[in-house]
């Protein structure tokens, strides 16, 4: 009934950025909160940031001043943009969004994508 596909994940240089997109799709009657979550290899998944529907922001401290979250609410879509990425920025980027389907009586609840590799290498 939903999907959320990640794009734009690969492989980088230290220093260097990314964009990543998330796009929801189905039968969706409304998009809540959306973010990014990240797993790197051994680790558990980590909230990378985060973005309401009213466009208010929240950022792990490890990405603050790296990376940009942002949200087209028009087109459904989701965005992160990763500058000045390093070694420890590797992991699987997932997107998670809490939706409301177009089902009366049924309740928000949250989706994830099947997530993007992100490598940076040194």
């Known amino acids: 009934q939903v999907q959320l596909v990640e794009s734009g994940g690969g492989l980088v240089q230290a220093g260097g950025s990314l964009r990543l997109s998330c796009a929801a799709s189905?039968?969706?009657?409304?998009?809540?909160?959306m973010a990014w979550y990240r797993q790197a290899p051994g680790k558990q998944r980590e909230l990378v940031a985060s973005i309401t529907s009213g466009g208010s922001t929240n950022y792990a401290d490890s990405v603050k001043g790296r990376f940009t979250i942002s949200r087209d609410n028009a087109k459904r879509m989701m965005y992160l943009q990763m500058n000045s990425l390093t070694p420890e920025d590797t992991a699987v980027y997932y997107c998670n969004a809490n939706i409301k389907l177009l089902v009366i009586g049924q309740s928000p609840r949250d989706y994830w994508g099947q997530g993007t590799q992100v490598t940076v290498s040194s």
């Open positions: 189905g039968l969706i009657s409304r998009v809540n909160d």
